[in-house]
């Protein structure tokens, strides 16, 4: 039996490791587009910061690591499926046979069509020769410009701030984050950012870019500012990367169409991460959550499936903590609430502590936080566990704070008691 895994991010490696375990005499092919060992692009931040050096954002620390579990790693990407004859056209030229197969391609920064974008000095923030070619212009006191002000551009903006440079970010959205916070945690976000010595301009758009003098940048916004900058870094959001599935008979929507068993609608072939839009069981609908916790839970799914043992997504995680200049937000389930549901709402601005909670009858379907860390798994537990409050409900309408204590008073009757201790120690 032949495993041919498309991509070699957290997904694919630890798909293949999966399927060596389990099926030890079964040939694994790993394929992945850059000429880099495995590695976290989670990592580059860190890299970026100083923390690591390069190896240390590498998946697997042995250089002979794929080698000793007899996994061939190809450095190449994929250009066409077959999904009826069952090969992979690669472009090195390579055409791969598969018994079965894993796409696990991740995703790829957008790209808006802003003039400009191609000149020097216009960077991504998504592989490690991006972050090679960063180091070089964003040293200290540089001016940096950033487009984008999502969870990936907060993460970044968080590597940029400590290299020390001059930074500036610009936002679409009319608050910070707007995919995972609503207005009131948003713009406290900004307004954050802001004492840090970082200029947020919401609600803008980069309309061009020009050539300024020597090696700098002119960055033209909508309203007429214009900003001098030695470096921009475009952090405008990610998609699949599924672009090479087109005419192949693979169902994609925004990503590779799955069932709970990360089986796509072509028998064989299966999809795990960034890529994938998986069947999640707890809202009844697909959904693409582009999170390595994510990409781990359905790559082992998708890998026990491939070796014949049955296994089903549990459910697909809709979680974001997120560290901005050493403010803490997260982000739980269906945070902008659902129709007919209830919300409550607790706000101390100077303090910068917010909480908004999310009600589906007597459940807790979603939340946000800001400047709380204590309630983080409580959290959690609650909306992924569905417990049902019953009155505990009313009294946190009132008092949003009493998590902790609805948490522990209705998690032991319903069967999740095991996460208490958890949810004490957070």
Same mark, same amino acid.
């Given at each position: 039996?032949?495993?041919?895994?498309?991509?070699?991010?957290?997904?694919?490696?630890?798909?293949?490791?999966?399927?060596?375990?389990?099926?030890? *005499?079964?040939?694994?092919?790993?394929?992945?587009?850059?000429?880099?060992?495995?590695?976290?692009?989670?990592?580059?931040?860190?890299?970026?910061?100083?923390?690591?050096?390069?190896?240390?954002?590498?998946?697997?620390?042995?250089?002979?690591?794929?080698?000793?579990?007899?996994?061939?790693?190809?450095?190449?990407?994929? @250009?066409?499926?077959?999904?009826?004859?069952? @090969?992979?056209?690669?472009?090195?030229?390579?055409?791969?046979?598969?018994?079965?197969?894993?796409?696990? @391609?991740?995703?790829?920064?957008?790209?808006?069509?802003?003039?400009?974008?191609?000149?020097?000095?216009?960077?991504?923030?998504?592989?490690?020769?991006?972050?090679?070619?960063?180091?070089?212009?964003?040293?200290?006191?540089?001016?940096?410009?950033?487009?984008?002000?999502?969870?990936?551009?907060?993460?970044?903006?968080?590597?940029?701030?400590?290299?020390?440079?001059?930074?500036?970010?610009?936002?679409?959205?009319?608050?910070?984050?707007?995919?995972?916070?609503?207005?009131?945690? *948003?713009?406290?976000?900004?307004?954050?950012?802001?004492?840090?010595?970082?200029?947020?301009?919401?609600?803008?758009?980069?309309?061009?870019?020009?050539?300024?003098?020597?090696?700098?940048?002119?960055?033209?916004?909508?309203?007429?500012?214009?900003?001098?900058?030695?470096?921009?870094?475009?952090?405008?959001?990610?998609?699949?990367?599924?672009?090479?599935?087109?005419?192949?008979?693979?169902?994609?929507?925004?990503?590779?169409?799955?069932?709970?068993?990360?089986?796509?609608?072509?028998?064989?072939?299966?999809?795990?991460?960034?890529?994938?839009?998986?069947?999640?069981?707890?809202?009844?609908?697909?959904?693409?959550?582009?999170?390595?916790?994510?990409?781990?839970?359905?790559?082992?799914?998708?890998?026990?499936?491939?070796?014949? %043992?049955?296994?089903?997504?549990?459910?697909?995680?809709?979680?974001?903590?997120?560290?901005?200049?050493?403010?803490?937000?997260?982000?739980?389930?269906?945070?902008?609430?659902?129709?007919?549901?209830?919300?409550?709402?607790?706000?101390?601005?100077?303090?910068?502590?917010?909480?908004?909670? %999310?009600?589906?009858?007597?459940?807790?379907?979603?939340?946000?936080?800001?400047?709380?860390?204590?309630?983080?798994?409580?959290?959690?537990?609650?909306?992924?566990? %569905?417990?049902?409050?019953?009155?505990?409900?009313?009294?946190?309408?009132?008092?949003?704070?009493?998590?902790?204590?609805?948490?522990?008073?209705?998690?032991?009757?319903?069967?999740?008691?095991?996460?208490?201790?958890?949810?004490?120690?957070?």
């Amino acid at each position: 039996m032949h495993h041919l895994i498309l991509g070699a991010g957290p997904a694919g490696v630890i798909a293949a490791e999966t399927i060596r375990k389990h099926a030890p *005499g079964d040939q694994i092919t790993l394929v992945g587009d850059e000429r880099e060992p495995p590695y976290s692009r989670m990592a580059i931040p860190y890299l970026l910061v100083g923390d690591i050096g390069e190896p240390g954002t590498y998946l697997r620390k042995g250089a002979d690591h794929f080698a000793q579990q007899r996994i061939e790693l190809i450095h190449a990407q994929a @250009t066409k499926v077959d999904a009826q004859g069952k @090969t992979v056209t690669l472009d090195n030229g390579q055409t791969l046979a598969f018994d079965r197969l894993l796409i696990a @391609t991740g995703s790829h920064p957008v790209r808006p069509p802003i003039p400009g974008l191609d000149l020097p000095g216009v960077d991504t923030c998504w592989t490690l020769q991006d972050a090679r070619d960063i180091a070089t212009r964003a040293v200290k006191g540089a001016r940096v410009l950033q487009m984008g002000a999502g969870f990936i551009g907060c993460i970044i903006m968080e590597a940029l701030q400590k290299r020390g440079v001059q930074l500036s970010v610009v936002e679409m959205g009319d608050r910070m984050v707007p995919r995972m916070m609503g207005e009131v945690a *948003g713009n406290m976000i900004r307004d954050w950012c802001e004492r840090q010595g970082v200029r947020v301009y919401t609600g803008h758009k980069v309309e061009r870019i020009e050539k300024g003098e020597g090696d700098a940048l002119k960055v033209h916004l909508s309203g007429g500012t214009v900003l001098d900058a030695d470096l921009v870094i475009s952090a405008t959001g990610v998609r699949p990367a599924i672009g090479f599935l087109e005419g192949s008979g693979v169902q994609c929507l925004l990503g590779v169409l799955t069932d709970d068993c990360m089986q796509t609608n072509v028998p064989g072939i299966y999809a795990a991460g960034d890529c994938a839009e998986a069947f999640d069981p707890f809202t009844g609908k697909t959904i693409v959550s582009a999170i390595q916790p994510n990409a781990a839970d359905q790559a082992r799914v998708a890998a026990l499936n491939m070796v014949g %043992q049955r296994a089903a997504l549990k459910l697909v995680t809709q979680i974001n903590v997120l560290d901005t200049l050493g403010l803490i937000s997260t982000s739980f389930g269906n945070w902008q609430g659902v129709p007919g549901g209830e919300h409550a709402e607790l706000t101390d601005t100077a303090a910068c502590r917010h909480l908004s909670l %999310q009600f589906k009858d007597d459940v807790l379907v979603g939340c946000n936080s800001v400047g709380l860390t204590d309630h983080v798994g409580v959290m959690r537990g609650l909306v992924e566990g %569905q417990i049902r409050l019953g009155d505990w409900k009313d009294r946190l309408l009132k008092d949003p704070m009493r998590l902790t204590e609805a948490y522990l008073a209705r998690a032991q009757g319903q069967g999740d008691w095991s996460g208490a201790a958890d949810a004490r120690r957070r």
